[in-house]
Nanobody, 120 residues
């Protein structure tokens, strides 16, 4: 199984925007709900946004109204638009399936992620 490949991170100022992209090839991804996760230094990985294969979305309260997740099943891509960025959004961002348990998430293949740094 090939892990997802994330890109698009960078350094932005508070209030800025970025678009993250993820390529997740394979039927396991195309038929699964997909999500963007983030992990800040010293903190646990958290789910920030998810999208079902049918396009239904869900967001963590901390990013609701600022981030937008989307997917293109034909291109095996999942995107995350980040607007109104805050310093607390600084983290490595990862793309992967939505997992039923924390154990399943811990055992999954993960990409290298993409680093988002928001300066104050």
């Amino acid at each position: 199984q090939v892990p997802p490949l994330e890109s698009g991170g960078g350094l932005v100022q508070t209030g800025g925007s970025l678009t993250l992209s993820c390529t997740a090839s394979g039927s396991i991804y195309s038929r699964s709900a997909m999500a963007w996760y983030r992990q800040a230094p010293g903190k646990q990985r958290e789910l920030v946004a998810s999208v079902t294969s049918g396009g239904n979305t869900n967001y963590a309260d901390s990013v609701k109204g600022r981030f937008t997740i989307s997917r293109d099943n034909a291109k095996y891509t999942v995107s995350l638009q980040l607007n109104s960025l805050k310093p607390e959004d600084t983290a490595f961002y990862y793309c992967n399936r939505v997992f039923p348990t924390l154990d399943a998430m811990a055992l999954a293949y993960w990409g290298k992620g993409t680093l988002v740094t928001v300066s104050s």
